[in-house]
């Protein structure tokens, strides 16, 4: 059985972990982080594999940053830079610059991703695989893209990654400046200034491809609406661990934003039924997907789920697809409105 204590206490010289009773004390801050940590709810808290894989996706980002920030300053002075993605990682964290909800929501999304692929059974060709050589060409030449860009997110171990074409513009231009103000401010040299320049050049030339969950958007468009509704679909892509594919659909039928049908699929049996109605799937599909696929999702009893769906009046199903499809910083701005009015 693995041991906590040993995983979490920081390493010492020569690869050695240092017991729990040498682990350090920050006084109030721990105390602080301890009281929420603590009283978390079971189902809300990161596992040890989640944070595992969370930790690698951010490292291997960072890294790949860091690398491409060196490249473009004085090879002299790079030299002089050797700092660590864990070193670097460290640092922006202790300065509150990673605790961002994008980065963390993208690393969750693929700790996600990774965790319900691994849920589903071995078996022959995918759905997804087969799509490759549809009759349709838009469809074929989606699903292509699609497999190419899954097999481009990973890293040298096979592991799912995050890769700075899959970060919106806003985030990756932070955090390429957060990474490169961390560097100037570990290391000796490049300055500053050269630093701020290699920041702007690697940002002019920032990877221009699509994001991952866009191109999941565009097969889902693609298949049309007939194909989207085929009956067995929904229930051999849960089959095939194919959750980001299953949300882009359920979202296209729905009428909604792809983010939001990601997190009404995983958002508890009440959410994913409520999706399930927006997008106008019969009972008897509605039924197959919540039994197959409840105990990966997570929302326990597939009975009170189909119960769920049947409770909706459908004045509910349109109120609340009309409320998904505003903006999200305007739905944002309006509860917090709504707390304080």
Avoid at 229 to 253: F, N
Avoid at 255 to 277: H, N
Avoid at 315 to 324: F, I
Wanted: aromatic residues 2%; charged residues 25%.
């Amino acid at each position: 059985m693995s041991e906590e204590w040993p995983i979490a206490a920081p390493p010492l010289a020569g690869g050695k972990k240092a017991a729990a009773t040498v682990r350090p004390v920050d006084g109030d801050r721990r105390l602080s982080a301890a009281v929420r940590d603590f009283f978390l709810e079971p189902g809300t808290r990161l596992t040890e594999q989640e944070r595992a894989l969370m930790t690698a996706m951010l490292h291997g980002l960072v890294d790949r940053i860091a690398d491409e920030l060196r490249a473009r300053v004085d090879p002299s002075t790079a030299a002089a830079c050797p700092s660590t993605a864990a070193e670097l990682v460290a640092d922006l964290t202790r300065a509150g610059l990673l605790q961002d909800e994008a980065l963390v929501g993208l690393l969750l999304r693929r700790a996600d991703i990774q965790r319900l692929a691994q849920s589903a059974g071995e078996g022959g060709r995918t759905r997804l695989q087969r799509w490759t050589a549809d009759e349709d060409a838009e469809v074929a030449a989606s699903a292509m893209t699609l497999l190419t860009a899954r097999g481009r997110g990973r890293d040298r171990y096979g592991r799912i990654a995050l890769d700075m074409v899959d970060l919106p513009q806003p985030l990756s231009f932070g955090l390429v400046q957060v990474v490169a103000a961390a560097l100037g401010r570990l290391c000796s040299a490049p300055s500053d200034n050269a630093l701020a320049l290699a920041a702007a050049d690697l940002l002019a030339e920032r990877p221009q491809g699509r994001r991952l969950e866009e191109i999941e958007a565009e097969l889902a468009e693609a298949l049309g609406s007939e194909r989207r509704q085929e009956a067995g679909l929904l229930v051999s892509l849960a089959a095939d661990g194919e959750a980001p594919l299953l949300a882009a659909i359920l979202a296209a039928e729905a009428g909604i934003a792809p983010e939001e049908g990601w997190r009404c699929l995983l958002g508890g049996g009440e959410q994913l039924a409520l999706l399930l109605r927006m997008a106008g799937i019969i009972r008897r599909e509605a039924a197959a997907l919540l039994a197959h696929a409840g105990p990966a999702l997570g929302f326990g009893d597939p009975v009170k789920a189909i119960e769920a769906y049947d409770a909706l009046a459908q004045e509910q199903v349109d109120a609340a697809r009309a409320e998904l499809e505003l903006p999200p910083a305007f739905r944002r701005a309006k509860a917090v409105l709504a707390h304080h009015g």
